[in-house]
């Protein structure tokens, strides 16, 4: 089965009159921090070493750890969650499979709903498995999503229970 193209400025949920079928996006700008991370990084550290030295007159060597000091967390967050965020999830309930879609070398890869342990529900959908754990945004539409969502797995609300 192929996915065909996904909207780049989109993180809703396609339309799902008629269909078994639904996808959720990440929105373009997340992609594009998570796909230009390194660039983005340097830059940053780069600018913060330059505005330092030259603005404020500091040593290279104290801009220079100032730039590490702010670009530090970035990376951190990168090397722990930058890995689990997907471009688009689709949910198929005909075949009961949910397809993860990647713009990196990992593609795309698809999983039986019963291969889902659940799914936390909160600024993310995070779908949690034996192996891995996959990322995508919410889209705003919370109670359909939910609702849907229950049909797949077992749903952790976290601080959206009153849903």
């Not at 505005?51 to 000091?69: M, N, P, R, Y």
Request: proline fraction near 4%; charge should be positive.
């Amino acid at each position: 089965m192929c996915l065909q193209p996904v909207p780049r400025n989109s993180h809703k949920m396609t339309d799902p009159v008629g269909k078994r079928t639904y996808t959720f996006f990440m929105p373009g700008e997340e992609r594009i921090l998570l796909q230009y991370f390194h660039a983005i990084a340097i830059a940053i550290f780069l600018v913060v070493i330059f505005l330092q030295v030259f603005s404020l007159k500091t040593a290279v060597a104290d801009a220079v750890l100032g730039g590490l000091i702010l670009v530090s967390p970035m990376y951190f967050f990168y090397l722990v969650y930058g890995q689990r965020f997907a471009e688009s999830v689709t949910l198929d309930f005909a075949a009961r499979k949910v397809r993860f879609s990647f713009s990196d070398e990992r593609g795309l890869f698809e999983r039986d709903f019963q291969q889902i342990k659940w799914i936390n529900f909160k600024f993310y959908l995070t779908f949690v498995m034996d192996d891995v754990r996959i990322m995508v945004k919410r889209p705003h539409n919370k109670k359909q999503v939910f609702l849907m969502l229950k049909n797949v797995s077992n749903v952790n609300t976290g601080i959206f229970g009153g849903l």
